[in-house]
């Protein structure tokens, strides 16, 4: 079984990122993946592919502000996932027109679809509490962010 807290660490966390555009943001979270990863033959391209591939499908923003861009690779045998909180919120391309400002990068298996729907739920339910959305716009400082990421998962277990 895995939690959310297995997923994510505080060294992939970041927050006040100056970044000015989707595709930035997404570059950004790649890396950030691409380097826990270590995968031969896996680099951050690869996952920024995936993102780029699944955002032309339909935007990944879940609720206003935040958007949890996510893909599948076959190399991956754990799910991993990476945290930015931006300095000035971004244009999406989203139908409800609100900018983000909070992405939640997430890479997961290729062979598991269950364990991908049951993250995302999971992550969506988490970024439903509108006063953990206030606290975590109104961090600086990536421990807390990152605890206040977690504490919302404490409970939920993901098969």
Not at 32 to 60: C, K, P, W, Y
């Amino acid at each position: 079984m895995t939690k959310i807290q297995d997923i994510l660490s505080p060294h992939r966390v970041l927050v006040d990122c100056h970044i000015s555009s989707k595709k930035r943001a997404l570059e950004l979270l790649s890396k950030m993946i691409a380097e826990d990863l270590n995968l031969e033959g896996v680099t951050h391209q690869d996952i920024l592919h995936g993102f780029l591939a699944r955002e032309r499908l339909g935007s990944t923003v879940i609720t206003k502000g935040i958007a949890v861009p996510h893909t599948r690779l076959a190399q991956v045998e754990r799910p991993i996932g990476a945290f930015i909180k931006l300095h000035e919120p971004i244009a999406f391309d989203n139908h409800d027109e609100h900018n983000v400002s909070m992405l939640f990068g997430l890479v997961m298996p290729e062979n598991n679809k269950q364990e991908h729907i049951s993250v995302l739920s999971c992550l969506a339910e988490c970024f439903q509490c509108q006063t953990r959305i206030a606290q975590l716009n109104d961090t600086h400082g990536i421990e807390e962010a990152y605890r206040l990421l977690t504490l919302c998962q404490a409970d939920v277990v993901i098969e």
